[in-house]
C-alpha cells in the first residue's frame, strides 16, 4: 500500500524512483483502491469525457439561469475572439480558457452534467486549462490523462489537510484549489518536471489565500460563474511563472497549511452563508430579493 500525505513525500518518492508525479498519482490511487492502473485511468478518460461534453454544452445553450442572472457569458467572449475585425491581444488560446471556464459553470446553472473538481462551484478551472490548451496543441488522450492525474493528485494531497469546501475554508479551497490543480496540469502537459509543477501549484495558491465565500442569494452563480474565468487565466500564470524558472519562496506544503489557517481563522459569514461580503452589499440584496425562485 502507497500512502503518500504530503507533497515533500511524494516528491522524494517521484525523484527516488525516477517517476513523473502523475505516475506517483496514479499508483497511490490504484493502491488506495485495490484496482489496476487502467481502471484508474479509464474512469478519468471517463471525466474527460464529461468535461468535453461539458464544455461543448455549455457553449452551445444560451439560456439564462433559473435565476436569469447569469447564462450566456462564455458566448460573449467566444464571439469577441471569433470576430475577425477586433484585434485581441493575447490570442485564441486565452479566450477560450476563459470561455470554457465560464461555459462549464454555465452548464452547471443549468442542471447540467460536469465533474466536480474538486467542487461543482470551480469545475470550470480544470477542464478550461486542460482542454483549451490540449485543443490548440492536438495533445492526445493519454497525455491528457497524463495531466489530469496531476490534476486530481495535487487535490487529492491539499485534501488530506483541509476540505475542499467552500462553508469550510471559503473560496480558496474550492477555485483557489482548482486553479492550484490546473496550474500543475497545464505545467505537466507544458513538459516541466516534477519540481516546475510544484511550484506551479504553490505559485497559484499563494495567490489566493484568504478567498471568501460570499455568494449572492447563496447560488452558484455571483462571483462563482466568472471567478472561474479568472481562474483559468490564474492558472496559466503561474503555469507560465514557473515554466520560466521562478520558485515559490514558500513550499507547496507549507502554503497548504496557510490555506488552512485563513480557513480557520475566515469569518463564518464569510463561508458560503451568504451573510457579508457580495452577498449582502445592496446591489446583492437587491437581486436576492428580487428572485422569482424566492417567490
Ligand atoms: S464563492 Fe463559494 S460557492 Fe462560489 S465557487 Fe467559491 S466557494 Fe463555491
Known amino acids: 500500500m502507497i500512502k503518500l500525505s504530503t507533497f515533500a513525500e511524494v516528491l522524494e518518492h517521484a525523484n527516488n524512483n525516477n517517476k513523473k508525479l502523475f505516475e506517483v498519482f496514479q ?123 496531476t490534476a486530481a493528485g495535487i487535490g487529492k494531497i491539499i485534501s488530506f489537510k483541509v476540505a475542499l469546501a467552500g462553508a469550510i475554508a471559503g473560496c480558496q479551497a474550492e477555485c483557489g484549489v482548482a486553479s492550484t490543480m490546473a496550474a500543475g496540469a497545464l505545467t505537466e502537459l507544458m513538459g516541466g518536471d516534477n519540481e516546475k509543477i510544484l511550484n506551479a501549484a504553490a505559485l497559484a495558491l499563494k495567490n489566493v489565500l484568504g478567498l471568501t465565500c460570499d455568494p449572492v442569494a447563496g447560488l452558484v452563480e455571483v462571483p462563482c460563474i466568472k471567478r472561474n474565468g479568472f481562474s483559468a487565466i490564474h492558472s496559466a500564470t503561474a503555469s507560465e511563472m514557473a515554466l520560466a524558472g521562478i520558485k515559490s519562496a514558500i513550499p507547496l506544503d507549507e502554503v497548504v497549511d496557510a490555506m488552512k489557517q485563513a480557513g480557520i481563522l475566515m469569518s463564518p459569514l464569510l463561508k458560503e452563508c451568504s451573510e457579508a461580503g457580495l452577498a449582502t452589499t445592496k446591489t446583492g440584496m437587491h437581486i436576492t430579493n428580487n428572485l422569482n425562485i424566492n417567490k
Open 27 to 149: 499508483d497511490q490511487e490504484a493502491s488506495l483502491q485495490e484496482k489496476c492502473i487502467s481502471f484508474v485511468r479509464s474512469k478519468l478518460a471517463e471525466s474527460l469525457d464529461v468535461m468535453h461534453s461539458s464544455i461543448k454544452q455549455g457553449l452551445a445553450n444560451k439560456e439564462l439561469s433559473p435565476t436569469g442572472i447569469v447564462g450566456d457569458d462564455s458566448n460573449k467572449i467566444i464571439k469577441r475572439y471569433t470576430n475577425k475585425e477586433i484585434k485581441t491581444p493575447f490570442g485564441e488560446l486565452y479566450g477560450n480558457i476563459m470561455a470554457y471556464a465560464i461555459a462549464t459553470l454555465e452548464e452547471n446553472q443549468r442542471m447540467g452534467k460536469v465533474v466536480a473538481c474538486p467542487t461543482a462551484g470551480s469545475c470550470g478551472i480544470v477542464p478550461a486549462a486542460l482542454i483549451a490548451y490540449s485543443e490548440k496543441f492536438d495533445i492526445s488522450q493519454e497525455k491528457q490523462i497524463d495531466a489530469l492525474l
